[in-house]
């Protein structure tokens, strides 16, 4: 065993997205996937929610029913990488945990068959069964985006001699821990689909509350292109040249500037420069019947 430089390599994301119901976590998973590009799948536990954005973005759904087990979404996600997905969206990942079938009804269902209601021994079979889901999502060759609910953590304080009940701040509905798997984890509000981020090793959402989109994606991509290999080049003038729309160009222009050295600067505008010309031409009208 030996020392050496560490550097940062090229990876894929793991991204999770938490946030209370209706705050925006579907709709802000195929946003990013759109950005980051490629092939992607869906695994949706919400009741068809994903396909009320078909209009979004392209892309497959396996909608998953009870039981929630956890090798029913490891199955789910083997089936996905077997397909060639190269993006991976997870919603939910709560229902494993607290749903029909998940880790917590199955705790008592084992406690309750073997261990004479000892949940402490039920917990013996259930961890390993559980880590094997979070280990198929870290091990993946996917981009792997995996939404949870949150819920409002209170606990009863004392201020000037009085009890009250005070706000802790949001608790995703997972296993404690949870949250530390991933390289970002972003926080969400009802309005606007605004995110803060708990969790960020990209460097890329500090400060202030930002809006979630397609560029987020972009932008996510660029940072995981970027590596000890160095940029991959090819990758990131392909996400100028198909741009969908002169916004998406203008954030994809602006991340290629920032990560790619004076040598490809002039391909980096001939590309933009390319693909506003095609955007800006005038769209034929369509054929009435």
């Known amino acids: 065993m030996a020392f050496q430089k560490a550097v940062r390599k090229k990876a894929k994301l793991r991204l999770a997205l938490t946030g209370p119901s209706g705050s925006g976590k579907t709709y802000g998973a195929l946003q990013i ?13 919400e009741h068809g929610s994903a396909s009320l954005y078909s209009d979004l973005v392209d892309f497959d759904v396996m909608e998953l029913a009870p039981p929630y087990t956890p090798e029913r979404y490891v199955s789910a996600i083997k089936e996905a990488e077997a397909a060639g997905y190269d993006v991976l969206i997870i919603d939910s990942t709560t229902h494993e945990w607290s749903g029909s079938g998940g880790i917590l009804e199955l705790v008592d269902q084992v406690a309750a068959a073997k261990f004479r209601g000892n949940s402490w021994s039920a917990w013996n079979e259930l961890t390993p069964r559980h880590r094997a889901f979070i280990d198929a999502m870290l091990q993946s060759r996917m981009h792997i985006i995996a939404t949870g609910r949150s819920k409002t953590e209170t606990a009863q304080v004392e201020e000037n001699g009085r009890k009250k009940v005070a706000k802790l701040g949001m608790k995703t509905e997972q296993r404690d821990g949870f949250e ?26 500090r ?10 994606g972009a932008a996510l991509m660029q940072w995981l292109e970027t590596g000890a ?38 391909a980096v505008i001939k590309a933009k420069d390319d693909r506003k010309a095609e955007l800006e031409q005038p769209q034929p009208e369509p054929e009435h019947a």
């Open 207 to 216: 400060g202030d509350a930002k809006p979630i989109s397609e560029e987020t």
């Open 229 to 266: 290999e160095g940029p991959n080049v090819d990758a990131i003038l392909d996400g100028i040249r198909n741009a969908e729309n002169l916004k998406s160009l203008k954030a994809h222009f602006e991340a290629a500037i920032q990560m790619l050295g004076k040598e490809h600067r002039d």
């Open 33 to 45: 996937a759109k950005g980051l590009g490629g092939k992607i799948a869906c695994i949706d536990t």
């Open 180 to 205: 530390y798997e991933f390289t970002v984890v972003l926080d969400l509000v009802h309005d606007g689909h605004y995110a803060n981020a708990s969790k960020d090793r990209t460097g890329l959402f």
